[in-house]
């Protein structure tokens, strides 16, 4: 079992930063892809980024490539999305997810997730 919980989120200007954490208990947090994805009101959630459990290999939506770095720390049980160059249609609630085995884009191959963060992008 796998407790995940965001943090980070807030409002941000057009064209700023905001890093986002998720904070997973549990001692096997290492052998646990990771994945970020997020959804807006009144659309499906969407794949935002990916990170392995051993290659730390990642991944991208083609939206957010080049302005969001997602990282990991094993040490702290901790995942991360770093996101520059926000725009307004970043604007969205963020959720981490977690699943055993290799990343994939697709929310129903993650078991666990978040509650979510708020981001919101001001024009």
């Known amino acids: 079992q796998v407790q995940l919980v965001e943090s980070g989120g807030g409002l941000v200007q057009a064209g700023g930063s905001l890093r986002l954490s998720c904070a997973a208990s549990g001692r096997t947090f290492s052998t646990y892809a990771m994945g970020w994805f997020r959804q807006a009101p009144g659309k499906e959630r969407e794949f935002v980024a990916a990170?392995?459990?051993?290659?730390?290999?990642?991944y991208y939506a083609d939206s957010v490539k080049g302005r969001f770095t997602i990282s990991r720390d094993n040490a702290k049980n901790t995942v991360y999305l770093q996101m520059n160059s926000l725009k307004p249609e970043d604007t969205a609630v963020y959720y981490c997810?977690?699943?055993?085995?290799?990343?994939?884009?697709?929310?129903?191959?993650?078991?666990?997730w978040g509650q979510g963060t708020q981001v919101t992008v001001s024009s």
């Open positions: 990170i392995g459990w051993s290659t730390g290999s990642t």
């Open positions: 997810a977690a699943r055993r085995g290799a990343s994939s884009r697709g929310p129903y191959d993650y078991n666990y």
